[in-house]
Nanobody, 125 residues
């Protein structure tokens, strides 16, 4: 089963950009719909953005639309989350997730079979 490892988190200022990476080991991600979720302190984990297996379509939360994009590099078993114009409310632990059963991007956590350990993103004002 694929294992996911996120990287790229850190402390940034309001308006900065940050790119997160999620690399899969021991398997290929080309057969998975991939998604990013986040969990802020004291809140439930929420869907951020996801990408289909082909990379042709993404599903994105309204709160990050126009600021966040997602891409995939199947040759390197890696997906990326590009975050621009960061706001304090983007502060959260960001999780990468893989869905092996679906072709479309779903926003529900239960659709995703494999999760990374998360990476902290803190946006300071």
């Amino acid at each position: 089963q694929v294992r996911l490892v996120e990287s790229g988190g850190g402390l940034v200022q309001v308006g900065d950009s940050l790119r997160l990476s999620c690399t899969a080991s021991e398997s290929t991600i080309s057969n998975y719909v991939m998604g990013w979720f986040r969990q802020a302190p004291g809140k439930e984990r929420e869907f951020v953005i996801g990408i289909t297996r082909s990379g042709s379509r993404t599903n994105i939360a309204e709160s990050v639309k126009g600021r966040f994009t997602m891409s995939r590099d199947d040759a390197n078993n890696t997906v990326y989350l590009q975050m621009n114009s960061l706001k304090p409310e983007d502060t959260a632990v960001y999780f990468c997730a893989a869905d092996r059963d679906n072709f479309f991007v779903f926003t529900r956590e239960k659709e995703y079979d494999v999760w990374g350990q998360g990476t902290q993103v803190t946006v300071s004002s």
